[in-house]
């Protein structure tokens, strides 16, 4: 198991299993999606899907792979208190997977600009790490307990749909079994590139306290 940090972000290769990976994206291959306001179909072609997994995570749904989505999370947790002690009491707050060839804007977990026409900070774009900086602070946005967020990659993308962390020039690849996580806060600004081939699949969670 590989392991880069950046300050509180950690970017780990093979923190998944095969068996995991395989049984955690057979949740999104199923096509059972949330009714999400993210789930979209855009112009350009474009598609996003989220599934929730919590009543997996919680143990209300009966299915034999939530003891796989409660086996990783759990383990996401220890070792992200391991790796950074002021993170060893994180505790699930929410978790799914998704599938996309869509980017996702820049924006943090916890907090948005304080002015509601600066939210929107843009898409990442193939080449730089440049995002429409608000002028206004961050205040709390609809979750404001979110402290840490992950993300687990569950198959290798050919191109695109890298997490890219602007203010750290720092661009995560897609590869089966890697997970990057960072904290929830605007500090971490962060998006994802849209995918110019294949499909991204992922498994994400955020933590409280």
């Not at 992200?80 to 980017?103: F, I, R, S, W």
């Not at 600009?113 to 939210?119: A, H, K, L, T, V």
């Not at 971490?188 to 409280?208: A, D, S």
Request: aromatic letters at 14%; proline letters at 5%.
């Amino acid at each position: 198991m590989n392991i880069a940090r950046t300050k509180d972000i950690l970017v780990v290769d093979d923190f998944l299993t095969i068996s995991e990976i395989r049984y955690i994206k057979s949740l999104v291959l199923e096509n059972k999606w949330s009714n999400e306001k993210n789930n979209t179909d855009n112009a350009d072609g474009s598609w996003y899907r989220w599934r929730d997994l919590n009543s997996m995570y919680l143990g209300n749904e009966r299915d034999y792979r939530s003891m796989y989505v409660k086996d990783i999370q759990n383990r996401i947790m220890k070792f992200c208190g391991e790796q950074l002690p002021h993170y060893n009491d994180l505790k699930m707050d929410y978790c799914g997977v998704a599938a996309q060839t869509a980017g996702f804007t820049y924006h943090a977990d916890s907090e948005y600009p304080e002015i509601e026409n600066e939210r929107e900070l843009g898409m990442p774009d193939a080449n730089t790490f440049n995002y429409n900086r608000p002028t206004s602070k961050f205040i709390p946005n609809f979750c404001p307990h979110r402290v840490y967020t992950s993300v687990c990659y569950l198959n290798d993308v050919i191109a695109g749909g890298e997490t890219v962390l602007p203010d750290f020039q720092l661009d995560v690849k897609p590869k089966a079994g890697r997970m990057v996580c960072f904290p929830s806060s605007s500090e971490y600004v962060h998006g994802v590139r849209p995918t110019t081939e294949g499909i991204r699949y992922t498994f994400t969670g955020w933590y409280k306290r």
